[in-house]
């Protein structure tokens, strides 16, 4: 079993729809947890970092972290076509400088 | 953040043959990564860059394979070696910002290997 489980897709919207994307974990002590936007032929970049449980907001993303349930989320509203890439969820531990990834799921954001 | 130069971003090499490719940081890191992304698989740490001493090589990477370098708190390279067609990935260089736990990326390098 992976560390950390990520559906890889691709899944497909129509724009302006809600798009939700989720990793599940099994290493309980994971603190950090990060999500990445890889464009094609780019290098990941960083989007949303939280620490433990809880929410946070940027603009139109929002991350949710679900450690009793080993589970986190990015939710993007109003999706737009150039929200269109892969989202890497990444995480670590408390002590450890090595991140661990999940596989990405590509999104798709059709007009 | 730091402002990542990696380079080549892409190249397509002969079995056999080395390739080395940079990573120029704008600002001086503690800490740098070397990165693996294969198709369909999760990001995959190489090795930790250390500053003045050896890298330190994550399971299953050995320094014979992919030397590298890390001369200055700004520069690394990683090398490459004795290429084969199961090396052909995309190798990206990442650093940690100096307070906190943020990592980034360079572009990357798309390698393939004929």
């Known amino acids: 079993q992976k560390e950390v489980e990520q559906d890889p897709g691709p899944l497909s919207v129509p724009e302006g729809a809600i798009v939700s994307l989720n990793c599940t974990y099994s290493?309980?002590?994971?603190?950090?947890f990060m999500w990445y936007r890889q464009y094609s032929r780019k290098g990941p970049e960083l989007l949303m970092y939280t620490y433990s449980s809880g929410n946070k907001e940027d603009g139109r993303f929002t991350a949710q972290v679900d450690k009793s349930s080993k589970y986190i989320s990015l939710f993007i509203r109003d999706s737009q076509p150039s929200d269109s890439a892969t989202y890497l969820c990444?995480?670590?531990?408390?002590?450890?400088?090595?991140?661990?990834f999940g596989t990405g799921t590509r999104l798709q954001v059709t007009l | 953040s730091a402002v990542i130069s990696q380079k080549p971003s892409r190249d397509i090499c002969q079995r056999g043959t080395s390739l080395t490719i940079q990573c120029q940081v704008d600002s001086q890191v503690t800490m740098m990564f070397w990165y693996r992304q294969q198709p369909g698989q999760s990001l995959t740490l190489i090795a930790t860059a250390n500053q003045g001493s050896e890298a330190t090589y994550e399971s299953g990477f050995v320094i014979d394979k992919f030397p590298i370098s890390r001369p200055n708190l700004t520069f690394s390279t990683l090398t490459v070696s004795n290429m084969s067609p199961e090396d052909s990935s995309i190798y990206l260089c990442?650093?940690?910002?100096?307070?906190?736990?943020?990592?980034?990326f360079g572009s990357g390098t798309q390698l393939s290997v004929l």
């Open positions: 290493n309980s002590a994971f603190q950090y």
């Open positions: 990442s650093v940690k910002q100096p307070a906190g736990e943020k990592l980034f």
């Open positions: 990444a995480m670590k531990t408390g002590t450890a400088s090595k991140l661990t």
